[in-house]
């Protein structure tokens, strides 16, 4: 069955440094979504993307964070100037179709030190 | 903005046993997910649907939507079904997903 698939699984950075979360939703599917979950809490929406363009984003989704679909495969995540708050577990998720269910990545461990 | 109510928050049980776990929201909504994450992170869609019950295997995955009310049931639980268990809403125009806090399910051998 195709998977969506996240790298790196773990990432570690210095607070300031910029990091790319890289994704590769399923083949066919439309519509794109970032997720974060920090430790011991619910996961959280950050971004939608259909179309190549943002369709939705929540409040956390400031100008610290940009995505981008660069070529026809992969869906990334920009996180400037990281703080430790950033310290999160970011999911990927994607979907063929408006109403199909969502298919999320296994997730990659962000910590920033 | 939609508030998801998941209870129990943990439950532990026997191999065997016939597990509910139950999801309320309070404003109306077209479709509902649940979804099943492992202990590394994991986050697995089990059920996406709008109305009635939908069963996969042991799972079974019921809404009311006049009630606003949700569960999902396992039957004969096994160990391996521990995990946690979240209740998610589809909403907004971009159907993002509203996230319930999880039940975290532990079946002992």
């Known amino acids: 069955e195709p998977e969506v698939t996240q790298t790196p699984s773990h990432q570690v950075t210095q607070m300031g440094q910029e990091v790319i979360l890289r994704c590769v939703p399923i083949?066919?599917?439309?519509?794109f979504y970032w997720y974060r979950q920090i430790l011991g809490q619910k996961v959280e929406f950050l971004v939608s993307?259909?179309?190549?363009?943002?369709?939705?984003k929540s409040e956390i989704f400031d100008d610290q964070f940009s995505v981008e679909r660069p070529d026809g495969s992969n869906f990334t995540l920009k996180i400037r100037s990281t703080k430790l708050e950033d310290s999160a577990m970011y999911f990927c998720?994607?979907?063929?179709?408006?109403?199909?269910?969502?298919?999320f990545g296994n997730g990659t461990r962000l910590t920033v030190t | 903005k939609n508030e998801v109510e998941q209870s129990p928050q943990n439950l532990t049980a026997q191999e065997g046993e016939f597990i509910t776990i139950n999801c309320s929201y309070s404003?109306?909504?077209?479709?509902l997910h649940w979804l099943q994450q492992h202990p590394g992170g994991g986050i697995v869609s089990l059920f996406m649907?709008?109305?009635g019950k939908k069963k996969h295997g042991r799972l079974i995955a019921t809404i009311n939507i006049q009630e606003k009310h949700s569960s999902l049931h396992i039957t004969a639980s096994h160990p391996r079904d521990s995990a946690v268990y979240i209740c998610?809403?589809?909403?907004?125009?971009?159907?993002?997903?509203?996230f319930g806090s999880g039940t975290q399910l532990t079946v002992l051998p």
């Open positions: 998720a994607s979907r063929s179709s408006y109403n199909s269910p969502l298919h």
């Open positions: 083949s066919n599917h439309l519509y």
């Open positions: 993307f259909y179309n190549n363009e943002i369709s939705e």
């Open positions: 404003v109306g909504i077209s479709a």
């Open positions: 649907l709008s109305s």
């Open positions: 998610a809403l589809l909403s907004g125009s971009a159907r993002q997903l509203t």
